[in-house]
């Protein structure tokens, strides 16, 4: 398809855009702006790499607190490396999407073990790390480094789709928008014109309603000319996310404390904190009552919870009972302020939250 479409006046897009994100970048905590990098401020790749990890299916807003939260605990790739896994594990918790954690603890061990703490600054050396995909690898590359590589996110393909009016649905189309990318990434300020698409995406081209009377583009817009950016990107029809039952026990001792276990390393939630479930995962269901329980008690009905993962939608039956101090089934027993300090995902918070209504109450 790349070759019945008209060709593009690169430089010209990528001057457009450039101007535009002279005067209109976002300000985030991890980029080094237009005026500061005029002035010799380079990207700090550690800075980049940790922002794009956490970014990824996850809102800006979302991010910027875990951000500052993991530089203050572990302010280089070398500190991230040394740190335990618990402690990697509960400070990313309730940011979603968990084997991004696993991998980024991985990651930095190799970048401390085996290239001394300085990451790689190509696409090819980046993406030979654990848990760096192409996505991820382009964006640092560019961004950290200023190399000439097609960056392409969520955004991304907005703008791209819109710009060429891209009918073929995305996924199958994303080859097609990554050479126009491609085409479009100019050899100089490469990292600036990435982050001026991805802003362009989340600030005017956005899904709906985009601001095309304010984009840099908006003299060359396919989408626009036919009066329908918002047709665009064209995606596959959805698949009905399938249900998935189980059931959770939240047992609480006369001292006001919990009991909690850690998930196996491997799979969904893996290596996070949880309250004894019943065996659940993506493709199969779980028992849904107290003769799953974990240990004998009197388990009481608190309800149920509904949880949406990327691919399907959990529902977990809710069981509470107190036990005598002292009691030792499998796991451990946390007092119930101090659940924060413990690698929770937000299911797990919100099963303990429908049998402890004030669990996670500021105290």
Request: hydrophobic share 40%.
């Amino acid at each position: 398809m790349l070759d019945t479409l008209s060709p593009i006046p690169t430089l010209t897009h990528a001057a457009k855009l450039l101007s535009w994100y002279d005067r209109h970048h976002r300000e985030l905590p991890w980029r080094v702006s237009p005026s500061a990098a005029k002035a010799g401020k380079r990207a700090d790749p550690y800075h980049v790499w940790l922002s794009e990890v956490m970014l990824q299916q996850t809102t800006v807003q979302a991010v910027k607190p875990y951000f500052a939260k993991f530089l203050e605990r572990w302010p280089k790739v070398t500190d991230l490396a040394a740190a335990p896994s618990e402690d990697v594990m509960a400070a990313w918790a309730g940011l979603g999407y968990y084997a991004r954690a696993r991998n980024l603890k991985k990651c930095s061990e190799a970048v401390a073990n085996d290239y001394r703490g300085i990451f790689p600054d190509t696409e090819e050396g980046l993406r030979a790390l654990p848990g760096i995909g192409d996505y991820t690898s382009a964006a640092v590359a560019a961004i950290a480094f200023n190399r000439p590589s097609a960056v392409m996110d969520g955004n991304v393909e907005r703008v791209i789709s819109r710009l060429y009016a891209i009918d073929a649905p995305l996924p199958g189309s994303k080859p097609e928008m990554k050479a126009r990318v491609r085409e479009l990434t100019p050899t100089d300020r490469p990292g600036d014109f990435a982050q001026a698409m991805m802003d362009l995406g989340a600030t005017i081209c956005t899904p709906k309603r985009p601001a095309c009377a304010l984009c840099p583009f908006r003299d060359d817009c396919l989408a626009l000319a036919e009066h329908e950016p918002e047709r665009f990107p064209v995606k596959a029809a959805k698949k009905e996310k399938p249900i998935r039952v189980g059931a959770a026990f939240v047992a609480v001792t006369e001292n006001g404390e919990i009991l909690l276990r850690r998930r196996v390393e491997t799979g969904l939630l893996g290596g996070m904190t949880e309250v004894p479930t019943t065996a659940w995962t993506a493709r199969i269901d779980g028992g849904t009552d107290v003769d799953h329980a974990p240990f004998y008690s009197d388990w009481h009905s608190c309800g149920a919870i509904t949880h949406v993962f990327t691919h399907f939608e959990l529902r977990l039956s809710v069981f509470r009972t107190r036990v005598p101090a002292g009691k030792e089934p499998t796991g451990w027993w946390v007092p119930v302020e101090k659940l924060d300090d413990e690698a929770l995902p937000t299911v797990m918070k919100k099963v303990i939250t429908q049998a402890i209504p004030t669990a996670f109450a500021k105290h």
